[in-house]
């Protein structure tokens, strides 16, 4: 989510990873509260892996982005 907006160049920004700069999404909007839900196909990483943020069209000169990753754990019942 952008808590303070985007300034530089750019017109939109990205989300992704280095193989898979849009992995996330793309077009993503500058102002505060703009925000990514995705990806469409889910993808498992087993290890850290660095997220990048790509500017698209332009480069960053400020700005912030919050990143929060959010996850379920699916496991079997406790034997009764």
Known sequence: ????TLTGTLSTWAIGVADDPLR?????FLG???WVNGPQAPLVYWSPTALTLTAE???FSGGTVRLVAHYI????????
Do not use: A, Q
């Open 57 to 59: 069209g332009g480069v």
């Open 24 to 28: 996330f999404g793309s077009g993503i």
């Open 32 to 34: 505060v509260n703009s």
């Open 73 to 80: 754990e699916l496991s079997l019942p406790d034997l009764v």
């Open 1 to 4: 989510m952008v808590t303070s």
